[in-house]
T-cell receptor, first 116, second 107 residues
Framework: ETGVTQTPRHLVMGMTNKKSLKCEQHLGHNAMYWYKQSAKKPLELMFV???????ENNSVPSRFSPECPNSSHLFLHLHTLQPEDSALYLCASSQVRTGGTRDEQFFGPGTRLTVL | DAKTTQPTSMDCAEGRAANLPCNHS???????VYWYRQIHSQGPQYIIH???NNETNEMASLIITEDRKSSTLILPHATLRDTAVYYCIAGYGKLTFGQGTILTVHP
């Protein structure tokens, strides 16, 4: 247990569906991250929230929409996805210190998403 | 983030030390060296990080060369459960994952 939980652990959805992935951290951190891991590819950083403000968005298609209502919760809203969006979606959290240094990240177990 | 180079795969016998190398020749002065590992289909797990000095914790030791252009992660007594992909990352907070090293620990 890393202190970062993700739900659901598995999700199968059609291309016309709308679903949301949820992440919760119990570590008191002030930054949260979404990563995507496709088969046989490195982890790709999608979004970064620091102090509930989105500070990074790595050219992710608009069919992925993040939401960070508070420092403990992070959502990834999905709509009209494509089969190539099938992947493991990982959430992480860390503490960002004054001056911008970020401590090590703690990852959740991930959501295995399959788009039909 | 500085680019890192790691061997694609390594083998280690159970109970022996596993030494995983990483090259980061373009690392800048304020960038740390982080090591994470990922066991199949799980989220990455933080192992250790350092800036200039060697570091040790309950999981591993990190040896950073004096010029900081390379480092070695040492698992002192590898077990079968240490079989995983090990990622070396050189950066300042933001993590850019590469392909990592697939470490296989065999009986």
């Amino acid at each position: 247990e890393t202190g970062v939980t993700q739900t659901p652990r598995h999700l199968v959805m059609g291309m016309t569906n709308k679903k949301s992935l949820k992440c919760e951290q119990h570590l008191g951190h002030n930054a949260m991250y979404w990563y995507k891991q496709s088969a046989k590819k490195p982890l790709e950083l999608m979004f970064v929230y620091s102090l509930e403000e989105r500070v990074e968005n790595n050219s992710v298609p608009s069919r992925f929409s993040p939401e960070c209502p508070n420092s403990s919760h992070l959502f990834l809203h999905l709509h009209t996805l494509q089969p190539e969006d099938s992947a493991l979606y990982l959430c992480a959290s860390s503490q960002v210190r004054t001056g911008g240094t970020r401590d090590e990240q703690f990852f959740g177990p991930g959501t295995r998403l399959t788009v039909l | 983030d500085a680019k890192t180079t790691q061997p694609t795969s390594m083998d280690c016998a159970e109970g022996r030390a596993a030494n995983l190398p990483c090259n980061h020749s373009t690392i800048s002065g304020n960038e740390y060296v982080y090591w994470y590992r990922q066991i199949h289909s799980q989220g990455p797990q933080y192992i250790i990080h350092g800036l200039k000095n060697n570091e040790t914790n309950e999981m591993a030791s990190l040896i950073i060369t004096e010029d900081r252009k390379s480092s070695t992660l040492i698992l002192p007594h590898a077990t079968l459960r240490d079989t995983a992909v090990y990622y070396c990352i050189a950066g300042y907070g933001k993590l850019t994952f590469g392909q990592g090293t697939i470490l296989t620990v065999h009986p």
